[in-house]
């Protein structure tokens, strides 16, 4: 399953499936970006990063994709598992401040 | 051992009342944060601390009051609470390297409730 970020919040998929969650970010100044995976009542937990110089980067059953040209970045999450249901934010952090900035959150249910 | 650490995990009170969340975090961090997340779960800053000094302060209302008696602590005060405060109040802590900020790490939240 996919979903598009601000236009889709929401994304189910059945376990075992590959997830892609997208996000569009804001500012072309933004040299490093996380992903962030929040579950219910927890804080945001650190997923994957990956830094403007960078195309493609893989942790365990997730990759991470930025493409600088369209300022986008995805979550590929493999064989997506129930634990794996959240809300995922992806965020970025403008070179000047370290301030990090949020996108909107999309949550990903899936359904055994 | 919790690294970022926020009490009280949930807090209820009423319109026009005063109260504080406090946070630690054992990370040896230099900088600390206040993140609010409102009931469409949109996280935003407030607050930023590098070392017990402000670094940056959002468009908040001046209710807020951020405090910082030295790195490992960051606490937040609100003064004259109304019903547009309820929310989930996140802190966090980040590592100074190489001229930016890595290594965030978030605190469990504080959902505030003004009744």
């Known amino acids: 399953g996919e979903s598009v970020g601000l236009h889709l919040p929401t994304l189910s998929v059945q376990e075992g499936d590959n997830s892609i969650i997208n996000c569009a970010y804001s500012?072309?100044?933004?040299?490093?970006f996380i992903w962030y995976k929040q579950e219910s009542g927890k804080g945001p937990q650190f997923i994957i990063d990956?830094?403007?110089?960078?195309d493609k980067r893989q942790g365990q059953r997730v990759t991470v994709l930025l493409n600088k040209t369209v300022k986008h970045l995805s979550l590929q999450i493999a064989a997506t598992q129930p634990g794996d249901s959240a809300v995922y934010f992806c965020?970025?952090?403008?070179?000047?401040?370290?301030?990090?900035?949020f996108g909107q959150g999309t949550e990903l249910s899936v359904k055994p | 051992d919790t690294a970022v650490s926020q009490t009280p995990k949930y807090l209820v009170t009423q319109m026009g009342n005063d109260k504080s969340i406090k946070c630690e975090q054992n990370?040896?961090?230099?900088?600390m944060y206040w993140y609010k997340q409102d009931s469409k779960k949109f996280l935003k800053i407030m607050f930023s601390?590098?070392?017990?000094?402000?670094?940056i302060n959002e468009t908040v209302p001046n209710r807020f009051s951020p405090k910082s008696p030295d790195k490992a602590h960051l606490n937040l005060h609100i003064n004259s609470l109304e019903l547009g405060d309820s929310a989930v109040y996140f802190c966090?802590?980040?590592?100074?390297?190489?001229?930016?900020?890595?290594?965030?790490?978030f605190g469990s939240g504080t959902r505030l409730t003004v009744v």
């Open positions: 965020a970025e952090i403008r070179n000047q401040g370290g301030k990090l900035i």
């Open positions: 966090a802590s980040s590592q100074e390297w190489a001229g930016g900020n890595y290594g965030y790490t």
């Open positions: 990956i830094r403007s110089n960078m």
């Open positions: 601390y590098n070392n017990k000094e402000l670094i």
């Open positions: 990370l040896g961090h230099d900088t």
């Open positions: 500012n072309s100044a933004s040299d490093y």
